[in-house]
């Protein structure tokens, strides 16, 4: 069936580095791919999409990018701060069905 | 606060029996989807309804089921219930339930079998 890859499962960056997590899919035919940020405790919320007519999307310290050709897509924090600290997961819609990635933990050393 | 409320928190019950957890989407929204996150399987899809009717279905097992009301809140019902399904159950909503559409999430009810 479709899967979603997503790399690293846990990734340590000093406050202030950028943090980048990276997944690839299966369907060639996925058109949207949402990040989510999940805090203990809570939902996952939507921080991030890009849908498969745009390469690069930006919004302040986040940024995703996207290669159709290779399948694969990835999230660039910058200028990380404690706050950021959390589960990110990557998604992309196959077939009328989201998938999930499985997930990176983030933490921030200060 | 992402607008979308999951009834109860936390549920605690034994295995065979049957639970109901609730959820009412953001004000405005017609789709309503289900997923399940467990440690060993991540986040996975359940089913998803658009006003009413069911439109996708996922990683869904027969013991479970669910509805969509006229006021479109959604009820998931999981019967028979084995140590296996506790897990943390989320809802989430949508305007139109199009595959392009952002989803927001509820904060989930945590089913505990004992």
């Given at each position: 069936?479709?899967?979603?890859?997503?790399?690293?499962?846990?990734?340590?960056?000093?406050?202030?580095?950028?943090?980048?997590?990276?997944?690839?899919?299966?369907?060639?035919?996925?058109?949207?791919?949402?990040?989510?940020?999940?805090?203990?405790?809570?939902?996952?919320?939507?921080?991030?999409?890009?849908?498969?007519?745009?390469?690069?999307?930006?919004?302040?310290?986040?940024?995703?990018t996207?290669?159709?050709?290779?399948?694969h897509?990835s999230?660039?924090?910058?200028?990380?701060?404690?706050?950021?600290?959390?589960?990110?997961?990557?998604?992309?819609?196959?077939?009328?069905k989201?998938?999930?990635?499985s997930?990176?933990?983030?933490?921030?050393?200060? | 606060?992402?607008?979308?409320?999951?009834?109860?928190?936390?549920?605690?019950?034994?295995?065979?029996?049957?639970?109901t957890?609730?959820?009412?989407?953001?004000?405005?929204?017609?789709s309503?989807?289900?997923?399940?996150?467990?440690?060993?399987?991540?986040?996975?899809?359940?089913?998803?309804?658009?006003?009413?009717?069911?439109?996708?279905?996922?990683?869904?097992?027969?013991?479970?089921?669910?509805?969509?009301?006229?006021?479109?809140?959604?009820?998931?019902?999981?019967?028979?219930?084995?140590?296996?399904?506790?897990?943390l159950?989320?809802?989430?909503?949508?305007?139109?339930?199009?595959?392009?559409?952002?989803?927001?999430?509820?904060?989930?009810?945590?089913?505990?079998?004992?």
């Amino acid at each position: 069936g479709e899967n979603v890859e997503q790399h690293p499962s846990t990734l340590s960056v000093q406050e202030g580095d950028s943090a980048v997590i990276k997944c690839t899919y299966s369907d060639s035919a996925s058109n949207y791919f949402p990040w989510y940020k999940q805090e203990l405790g809570k939902g996952p919320q939507l921080i991030i999409d890009i849908r498969s007519n745009v390469g690069e999307k930006k919004d302040q310290r986040i940024a995703v990018t996207l290669n159709k050709t290779a399948k694969h897509f990835s999230l660039h924090i910058t200028e990380t701060q404690p706050e950021d600290s959390a589960v990110y997961f990557c998604a992309a819609w196959s077939a009328s069905k989201i998938i999930f990635g499985s997930g990176t933990r983030l933490s921030i050393r200060p | 606060d992402s607008g979308v409320t999951q009834t109860p928190k936390h549920l605690i019950t034994a295995t065979g029996q049957r639970v109901t957890l609730r959820c009412s989407p953001r004000s405005g929204d017609l789709s309503v989807y289900w997923y399940q996150q467990s440690l060993d399987q991540g986040l996975q899809f359940l089913i998803q309804y658009y006003n009413g009717e069911e439109r996708a279905k996922g990683n869904i097992l027969e013991r479970f089921s669910a509805q969509q009301f006229p006021d479109l809140h959604s009820e998931l019902n999981l019967s028979s219930l084995e140590l296996g399904d506790s897990a943390l159950y989320f809802c989430a909503s949508s305007p139109h339930g199009e595959t392009r559409e952002p989803q927001h999430f509820g904060d989930g009810t945590r089913l505990s079998i004992l």
